[in-house]
């Protein structure tokens, strides 16, 4: 399995520039092609390829590797001997990584056994068998700035993060939030202000600010404790997703749903302010002169004309999303602004916020409306998992091994 990342790289949390190390990173911060992820260490800036059965976790300017094999393969004899041992282990690459080979204050040989990651801008939490660990990306502490001891239960599927026995790891302190044990959570994903959680029976639960409509109950009232989705019961989920103030699930059949705040297309839904800004980058692309968004024509439709266009600013409940009619999605992860999803014949699409090339598309456009990643398809990679940053995403891939129909 290999990883591909594209989107904002201001700090190397992509690929690694010459004139990221020189500070002249003008160029450098957007990779609008899908770029493989690569290992670059202090000593040698080349770098090789990163080809992990792990995973990948993203916050704004950092990403974790999560090498659950143990191995990081590579064709440089240096990279290889990283962690030679054969155990898990986390390698961080972007802030601080540049000017640190034991980025941010953590080193490979501390994260070795850990079987889970989540990163945040200020921490790292790490599961191990027997306790979690956070640690401050702040400071240069060679001890976690926190921990607590867990037993894990041999019964029912493994926890991921952050989900912990008992409740969940927040991404500030107090690190650890209990959940009540009726709610019977399965998996759970944070944004910086709002959660959603997936049940063991397939039921979503929100809590946090609601004022974009994010926790999806019909209003933008805040909830402070875990609340029901009602819109959604009794359509089991499978999958549950985050993004800066909107929220996305997968039904057990396949179908997305999608809800909150829509400004820049994030839920696939037509933005009013994305249609604009295209209509006036297509007018001073054609030498028009740019016309005021106040007269945008479809504010003002002509005397007799019906007003057809509907446009989404806020949706405050899920909406069925139609990515692609012949297949099913797999798994979507969600961005500060922008939303990507994998189907189950291993097409990954994306839409929203693309300021930074992070929709993969090779542009900066931005869309309202899921476009197919061609780069992979062209390429004959098959991806099965997305996981976005706030303004980058990373997919990864597998050789495609038949011909696509």
Partial sequence: MRWFGFGFNAFGQICVHEKLIKGQCSDAVKVISPTELTLASHADRRGCRLKTDGQIRASWSRRASLHLDGKINC????????????????????????????????SVKESRGCKDAYISELYLTLAFPDRIESWDLQTKEKSASWSMEVKTESSGPPMNLPLVPGGYIATKPPFYRSLSP????????????????????????????????QLGHGDLTSEEEPRAVEALWGMPMSH????????????????????????????????????????????QQAGAPCKDASTSPHEEPQE???????????????????????????????????TAAVTTTGD?????????????????????????????????????????????????VVKEEVARS
Wanted: negative net charge; charged residues 15%.
């Fill in 348 to 396: 990954l699409y994306t839409w929203g916020w693309g300021d930074y090339g992070q929709l993969g598309h090779q542009t900066l456009m931005s869309s309202d409306e899921p476009q197919l990643v061609e780069f992979f398809r062209e390429q004959q990679m098959r991806v099965v998992d997305v996981v976005c940053g706030a303004w980058n995403t990373f997919a990864a």
């Fill in 240 to 283: 549950v997703a985050t993004g800066g103030w909107h929220s996305v699930c997968i039904s057990d059949g396949g179908d997305l749903y999608v809800w909150g705040w829509n400004e820049s297309g994030q839920l696939g839904l037509p933005s009013r302010g994305l249609r604009k800004a295209l209509q006036q980058q297509s007018s």
């Fill in 182 to 213: 009726h709610l019977k959570a399965k998996s759970l994903a944070l944004s910086a202000e709002h959660a959603i959680l997936l049940s063991a029976s397939g039921a979503v639960y929100t809590w946090g600010l609601g004022s974009h409509g």
């Fill in 75 to 106: 064709t440089r004899d240096k990279a290889s001997s990283v962690n030679s041992s054969g155990d898990s282990c986390v390698c961080l690459a972007g802030f601080g990584a540049l000017i640190s080979n034991e980025s941010c204050g953590i």
């Fill in 304 to 338: 007799g004309e019906k007003h057809e266009d509907v446009f989404i600013s806020i949706q405050a409940f899920p909406a069925l999303l139609d990515i692609t009619p012949s297949c099913e999605i797999s798994t979507v992860s969600c961005g500060c602004r922008h």
